[in-house]
Every structure is written in C-alpha cells, then in structure tokens.
C-alpha cells in the first residue's frame, strides 16, 4: 500500500507573504509559514478562462457562472436548490447541469492572500458580493443548518437554511476530493431522500476516497487521499497555545530528523481531513488518531487582519480565524508523504 496520489487533491492557498506575530511582512525562510512551504497543487497562469460564455477553472476543472449574483437577491437554502432548477430548465449558457458547490467545491475559489473579495487577483467574475454564499452541504453538527462561505475574506461557517444569502453556480466533475456526505436533511433538519434535492450527497462530486484511507508509519499516520503524513496525537503541546508556539512547537519536532520535515499544516491541508458527514469530531470514521481536540492553528496568515491566522474548528468542520498572539488553539503536525 502506502502513497497512490499522482495529483494533489488539495489545492495550494494562493499565500505568497510571511508575517509576524503582529502581523507586520517579514521573510519568509525559516518561518515555518504556509508562504515558505505554499504546498499544494499550484495554480495554473492563467488560471481561468472563458468557455462558451462560462468561466472555467483550469486548476479544479469545475466550470462557474460568470455573474456571482445571478438571483440578484439573496434566497434561503431551499429557494437557492430550486433556483438552479429553473436555471437547468431554461439551460443556462446552453448547459443543463448546474448546481449549487459543495462546500469543498466552493471554497476552491478562494485566495489566502486576498481580500475583498477573498479570490484570485485574475478572476473574471462579475457581481461578487462581499458576504455569504450558499452550499450544497448540509451541517451534520446541526443539520438545520449549511455551510456557507464569506467571500470578503473566506472563512467558512454553518447558517441556518431557512436566512437568506447569495448563490452562485457551477457545474462540471471536477478534481476535488468529496466532501464524505452521505444524507440529505430538509429545511428543518429531517433527515429526506436525496432523489432530485440538489443536495452534496445526492450528486457526490469530487474523487472517491481510497479504502482504507489511513495506514499508520513508525512515526505518523499516512492519508493516502492526499499523500500527506499526519502526527498520531492530535495534541501535540498537550495544552492551547498561540500561533508563534504553535509554529515553535512544530519545528522543534525536527531536531529528532537528519532532514526537517515536520511543519504546521495550511489551511487547505488540515480542511482536507474534514468528513462532511460527521461531527465531533468531523473526520472520517476510521480514522485512527487519538487524541482529537476542537480548534487547530494553520500556518496560514488571514489576510483581512495578519494578525490572525486561519484555523479549523474539528468539533463541526468550519474554517475560521484565530488571534496571534492568543493561547487558544491546538497544534497537529504534518509532514509531506514519502511518494
């Protein structure tokens, strides 16, 4: 067994500066930061480029609606799944196949190292709202509930279905990971069929997940969604700490090594462990590290305040942010796989 991924799943974050403590620019080497090591499947240049009227994402093969407010008004939930009904009816720039992302389908869209909108700076997109988009994904914490995405600077947290926000097509297989959902839930939260809801779990998109997807190494555990290598215990300084520890903690784990390997996960590869599907935590149910806690630091800088830095919430999968300076947050190490 061991490492089968030719082509990272998970996506770089776009993040290209380093920053203190206080947020100030600082060099990268030596850091320990997202910008240093900037894993993940590169972005091609140009990224996007129009296809028949639709903006097609070279790095994720997913094809979006150019305009980022067609409904021009927010909807609820449940008006947004049969928005893109009536839009497949009519085929919408000559495709009948649209549908609302799924939250890892959505959050492909997004630029660690932007704000205002949180995309990349050569985007073609009209319309885009500084506020919540919708997804397809229900919450499992709280199945009244979907993930929904701030496009001013790209966290990621679960709204009831029944308030109104925006929404925006895409359509295509894609080369994401899938998201695990497995159910569909109504407006309310009651578990339904998903025959022709639109839902995550009704369309499935994304690649399926190896069988058995963890198999433990001498000195971690080894994803082989992803390539990456995980440190068995999900709670490395035993307490909460800030992200300059956080970042400390992790490269002190290299003294034991000939080469450094160990380094703070990004955001996008601590997302990457999160089952849709699941809660408390939200990883995949056989997972087999111990240890679990609620909140972890990324070697990710927010950009909307470099102050902070980009976290994940385990406890119900959303993708926050987090003080620097503030003892509040775990430390999970990641080292890239051996293949």
Same mark, same amino acid.
């Given at each position: 067994?061991?490492?089968?991924?030719?082509?990272?799943?998970?996506?770089?974050?776009?993040?290209?500066?380093?920053?203190?403590? +206080?947020?100030?620019?600082? &060099?990268?080497?030596?850091?320990?930061?997202?910008?240093?090591?900037?894993?993940?499947?590169?972005?091609?240049?140009?990224?996007? +480029?129009?296809? $028949?009227?639709?903006?097609?994402?070279?790095?994720?093969?997913?094809?979006?609606?150019?305009? $980022?407010?067609?409904?021009?008004?927010?909807?609820?939930?449940? +008006? $947004?799944?049969?928005?893109?009904?009536?839009?497949?009816?009519?085929?919408?720039?000559?495709?009948?196949?649209?549908?609302?992302?799924?939250?890892?389908?959505?959050?492909?869209?997004?630029?660690?190292?932007?704000?205002?909108?949180?995309?990349?700076?050569?985007?073609?997109?009209?319309?885009?709202?500084?506020?919540?988009?919708?997804?397809?994904?229900?919450?499992?914490?709280?199945?009244?509930?979907?993930?929904?995405?701030?496009?001013?600077?790209?966290?990621?947290?679960?709204?009831? @279905?029944?308030? $109104?926000?925006?929404?925006?097509?895409?359509?295509?297989?894609?080369?994401?990971?899938?998201?695990?959902?497995?159910?569909?839930?109504?407006?309310?939260?009651?578990?339904?069929?998903?025959?022709?809801?639109?839902?995550?779990? +009704?369309?499935?998109?994304?690649?399926?997940?190896?069988?058995?997807?963890?198999?433990?190494?001498?000195?971690?555990?080894?994803?082989?969604?992803?390539?990456?290598?995980?440190?068995?215990?999900?709670?490395?300084?035993?307490? &909460?700490? =800030?992200?300059?520890?956080?970042?400390?903690?992790?490269?002190?784990?290299?003294?034991?090594?000939? @080469?450094?390997?160990?380094?703070?996960?990004?955001?996008?590869?601590?997302?990457?462990?999160?089952?849709?599907?699941?809660?408390?935590?939200?990883?995949?149910?056989?997972?087999?590290?111990?240890?679990?806690?609620?909140?972890?630091?990324?070697? =990710?800088?927010?950009?909307?305040?470099?102050?902070?830095?980009?976290?994940?919430?385990?406890?119900?999968?959303?993708?926050?942010?987090?003080?620097?300076?503030?003892?509040?947050?775990?430390?999970?190490?990641?080292?890239?796989?051996?293949?």
């Amino acid at each position: 067994m061991g490492t089968i991924i030719t082509d990272l799943p998970y996506l770089w974050t776009g993040q290209t500066s380093c920053h203190s403590i +206080e947020g100030s620019p600082i &060099p990268c080497a030596g850091s320990g930061q997202d910008a240093e090591y900037r894993r993940g499947r590169p972005w091609p240049v140009p990224r996007f +480029e129009s296809q $028949a009227g639709q903006v097609h994402d070279r790095l994720t093969g997913l094809s979006w609606a150019p305009d $980022a407010n067609l409904a021009g008004y927010p909807l609820n939930w449940q +008006e $947004a799944l049969d928005f893109l009904v009536e839009l497949n009816a009519r085929r919408y720039l000559g495709s009948d196949d649209w549908r609302l992302p799924n939250r890892r389908e959505l959050r492909s869209l997004i630029s660690m190292q932007t704000r205002r909108p949180a995309l990349p700076t050569d985007h073609p997109f009209q319309n885009v709202f500084s506020g919540w988009y919708w997804s397809s994904t229900t919450a499992a914490i709280a199945p009244a509930h979907a993930w929904y995405l701030h496009m001013e600077g790209g966290r990621m947290f679960y709204g009831g @279905k029944d308030q $109104a926000f925006l929404l925006w097509p895409v359509r295509g297989k894609g080369r994401l990971p899938w998201t695990g959902q497995r159910h569909c839930y109504d407006e309310k939260g009651a578990p339904c069929p998903c025959a022709d809801t639109g839902q995550d779990a +009704e369309w499935s998109m994304g690649t399926p997940w190896p069988r058995p997807r963890f198999i433990p190494h001498d000195d971690g555990i080894e994803d082989r969604l992803t390539g990456l290598i995980w440190w068995p215990s999900g709670d490395l300084t035993a307490n &909460p700490v =800030t992200w300059g520890q956080a970042l400390a903690a992790t490269r002190a784990l290299n003294t034991n090594y000939d @080469k450094p390997c160990w380094r703070l996960p990004n955001i996008n590869e601590l997302e990457s462990l999160v089952d849709a599907d699941r809660y408390s935590p939200a990883v995949p149910e056989d997972s087999p590290f111990h240890h679990l806690r609620d909140v972890y630091w990324s070697s =990710t800088t927010s950009m909307f305040e470099p102050d902070w830095a980009w976290a994940l919430y385990l406890d119900s999968g959303a993708v926050g942010v987090g003080r620097k300076d503030l003892a509040v947050y775990h430390v999970w190490p990641v080292r890239d796989g051996d293949g």
